[in-house]
T-cell receptor, first 114, second 111 residues
Framework: GESVGLHLPTLSVQEGDNSIINCAYS??????FIWYKQESGKGPQFIID?????DKRQGQRVTVLLNKTVKHLSLQIAATQPGDSAVYFC?????????????FGQGTILTVHP | EPEVTQTPSHQVTQMGQEVILRCVPI?????FYWYRQILGQKVEFLVS????????KSEIFDDQFSVERPDGSNFTLKIRSTKLEDSAMYFC?????????FGQGTRLTVV
């Protein structure tokens, strides 16, 4: 049957390649961003965060870049593995006492081929 | 490693029936949340709960929805009279202050 719903951006890479997933935001006052990974049938899982006083933050195999001028952030995954296949969301907390009140982006489907 | 647990993993209910989705947040967390994700769409905030009361709710969270923390460990979401469009994955999350930890979700199917 016909499926109804949003069609998420997709990124397909070979194992070992680097992946770059992008996210745009609209509120120039936003000061904190989080990347979440959601594997099939599971809840979102925290990957890495970044505050607006930083341009770059590195974790294990992941790097987040923040460009406040164009209101854009990206998630870079080095040496992508099949286990990295998932939907990736950027999210923005409301802040204050509402850090857990998240506004999620649309998401990007990453598929890693062995 | 502590985790948020949700039950049941899948709930099928008839339109008009009441459902209760259950969550056990991480024990030392103070803030509790419900989110939903309609198939193929992004995760959407429903409600946050702190100090035994709702602190914020979205426009989705209408009078058909309610939350409760009946004891020191459980956090529930009740939908009084389910509609077909309530079919979705429902995620519970909890946090100390910032990082929210999500449960595995309950898939609700309204038929």
């Amino acid at each position: 049957g016909e499926s109804v719903g949003l069609h998420l951006p997709t990124l397909s890479v070979q194992e070992g390649d680097n992946s770059i997933i992008n996210c745009a935001y609209s509120n120039s006052a936003s000061d904190y961003f989080i990347w979440y990974k959601q594997e099939s049938g599971k809840g979102p899982q925290f990957i890495i965060d970044i505050r607006s006083n930083m341009d770059k933050r590195q974790g294990q195999r992941v790097t987040v870049l923040l460009n406040k001028t164009v209101k854009h952030l990206s998630l870079q995954i080095a040496a992508t593995q099949p286990g990295d296949s998932a939907v990736y969301f950027c999210a923005e907390p409301a802040g204050g006492t509402s850090y857990g009140k998240l506004t999620f982006g649309q998401g990007t489907i990453l598929t890693v081929h062995p | 490693e502590p985790e948020v647990t949700q039950t049941p993993s899948h709930q099928v209910t008839q339109m008009g029936q009441e459902v209760i989705l259950r969550c056990v947040p991480i024990s030392n967390h103070l803030y509790f949340y419900w989110y939903r994700q309609i198939l193929g769409q992004k995760v959407e905030f429903l409600v946050s709960f702190y100090n035994n009361e709702i602190s914020e709710k979205s426009e989705i969270f209408d009078d058909q929805f309610s939350v409760e923390r009946p004891d020191g460990s459980n956090f529930t979401l009740k939908i009084r009279s389910t509609k077909l469009e309530d079919s979705a994955m429902y995620f519970c999350a909890s946090s100390v202050i910032s990082e929210a930890f999500f449960g595995q979700g309950t898939r609700l199917t309204v038929v």
